[in-house]
């Protein structure tokens, strides 16, 4: 089996894996990162979303070995539930969730958008996430989510703690 190296949510890692396992399964099953759901497997609805050296990828449409000597981030390694990323804080903030299965891909998403674009309208919104599928909020909350959490991040937001 194929010896990797990866550095996830800013700890390294090396594993023996299969040559065929799905980058998302290796997250879930072996590092225990189950913040990154499965939705479909079929690079379809976006929840298996993650940064992959910063930029989005959908890590079911990405095998493990091909994240060697790479840097992953997931939903897990960007804030802590007190002091979350301030695209995390949006989503709360802005009731951009309900049942949350999509939240984790969305909010990936979300930053590698703002990584590419700081200010964007609604429609680049959209645009931008037109990968990531909700099934449950009709994306306007998540819009404005983005929208918001764009306002801070330009103004450099400190992180503050969430409102109950
Ligand atoms: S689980 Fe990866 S795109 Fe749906
Ligand atoms: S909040 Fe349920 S799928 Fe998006």
Request: charged share 25%.
């Amino acid at each position: 089996m194929p010896r990797i190296r990866v550095e996830v949510d800013g700890v390294p890692y090396e594993d023996d894996v299969e040559p065929r396992l799905l980058l998302v399964h290796y997250l879930r099953d072996r590092l225990g990162k189950v913040g990154t759901p499965v939705g479909c497997d079929t690079s379809n609805c976006g929840a298996c979303t993650v940064l992959l050296d910063g930029l989005s990828a959908k890590s079911c449409s990405v095998l493990a070995v091909q994240a060697d000597g790479h840097e992953v981030t997931t939903v897990e390694g960007l804030g802590t539930g007190a002091r979350p990323h301030p695209m995390q804080r949006a989503f709360h903030e802005e009731h951009a969730l309900q049942c949350g299965y999509c939240t984790p891909g969305m909010i990936m998403a979300a930053i590698d958008l703002l990584r590419e674009n700081a200010d964007p309208s609604d429609e680049e919104i959209r645009d931008g996430l037109e990968g990531n599928l909700c099934r449950c909020t009709g994306y306007q909350n998540i819009v404005r989510a983005v929208r918001g959490a764009a306002g801070e991040m330009r103004q450099g937001a400190p992180e503050r703690e969430v409102s109950p």
